[in-house]
Every structure is written in C-alpha cells, then in structure tokens.
DNA sequence: TCTAGGATCGGCT
DNA sequence: GCCGATCCTAGAT
C-alpha cells in the first residue's frame, strides 16, 4: 500500500477544486498496529475570510487557526463539542486560510484495525461516516495538527491510486451543522460520491 | 478571568 | 427524529 502522495500543487488550487478532486483518493494511516487506507467520498470546502462559517472569517487568526494560515497540504486538526476531532487539509497558500474538511469515506485496508478502535458492535457503514468517527478511527488528534500530508514518509499522509470519480457521481449540497453562518449555510460546498447516477 | 456556544455522536423515544 | 454529553476555544469583561 504504497501509492504516490498528492503532490502539493494539488492543494494550492482553488478549494472547492481541490474538494472535488479530493473524491476517490485515500488517507493513509499508518499505526503502531499497521496501516489503514480510507477511500473519500465525503469532503467540505471552507472558503475562508470571506466564509461566515470558517474558523477563518474576517480574518481571525488565533492559536487555533494557525495551521489553515500557513503552506497547503498540512493537517489542520481541532477539537468541536469538547468530544471531537475533525481532520481538514489546508489549500492555497500562505495567508490565504481555507481548508476541506474530511468528513467520511470507505475503508480499502485495515478494517480490523479501525474496528478494534471503534467498537465491535458498530455497523460496518457506520465506521468512518462521520468526520469524529473518522480521527476515531485512525487516532488522530491535535497532536497530528500540522503534519505534511505531502510527505511522503509522514504517519499521515494523502495518495493517488489513480481512482477518479466521475462528474455524475458527485452530488453537491449544502453544508452540516453550520446553521449560524446564515446565508453560507446553503451554499453547495459539502461534496458526496454518491454509488449509482 | 468568565462565559457562551460549537464544522458531532450515539442512545433513546 | 430528538436530545444530552462534554470541554475547548474565542471573545467579552
């Protein structure tokens, strides 16, 4: 389970491109355990300064946020609810704070592995649909906030086994549980592969 | 220092 | 489908 990583030109691209592509590659974890790869087929962009729902609005530039302000394709990884873990990956460049978050996908190897993490009695669709599920699964924490995902020897890491999605398979809609940014609540940035037209 | 609220999950009805 | 857990973070005092 070697393929190539995603070179960092990928992600300095517009984010709601790099997003789209981001559809069908795999995560790779690589534990004390062994390795786990994980297809995507759930992905956000966040556009932002100008995105009432980004960490980054208007600017904001705290301890937190560091991360998504510096060089695309590093892990940003914070906390929600107290409880979570949420892995996104920084695109563009220096100053230009956006991310796509990684929401969910399927697991291509090490499934015994994410369900010795996870729990016997979940469901198999059930393992990594969800982004907290998901750091869950492959024990990412904020410890991993800040990793290159473009090196190719990091614990952590993106690659391309030359898996696309096609145009037909993805459905865009609007994004979860970001009520309170108003009108950007609606906007179609959360990216699906759905399995049939 | 204090306080409000959140890019979620899973259990319960 | 609804709701509580749980604690960090950021912005307000």
Not at 145 to 152: P, Y
Request: aromatic share 6%.
């Amino acid at each position: 389970m070697n393929p190539p990583v995603l070179a960092r030109e990928f992600y300095q691209r517009p984010t709601d491109v790099v997003a789209r592509e981001m559809l069908g590659k795999l995560l790779i974890r690589v534990l004390p355990q062994g390795v786990v790869a994980i297809r995507l087929n759930e992905v956000e962009a966040y556009l932002g300064v100008d995105d009432p729902a980004c960490h980054t609005y208007r600017g904001r530039r705290t301890q937190r946020t560091e991360t998504m302000w510096g060089e695309a394709g590093h892990a940003y990884v914070y906390l929600v609810y107290g409880i979570h873990h949420c892995l996104n990956v920084v695109t563009l460049g220096p100053g230009l704070p956006e991310a796509v978050l990684i929401r969910g996908g399927e697991i291509v190897v090490g499934a015994d592995l994410v369900r010795e993490r996870r729990g016997p009695r979940i469901a198999e669709r059930c393992l990594v649909d969800g982004p907290g599920k998901l750091c869950q699964a492959l024990a990412i924490d904020r410890s991993d906030d800040g990793v290159d995902l473009c090196n190719r020897s990091s614990l952590l890491r993106v690659c391309d086994d030359g898996h696309s999605v096609p145009d037909e398979r993805v459905r865009r809609v609007s994004r979860v549980g970001v009520d309170y940014a108003g009108e950007a609540a609606s906007w179609l940035l959360r990216l699906v592969t759905v399995s049939t037209v």
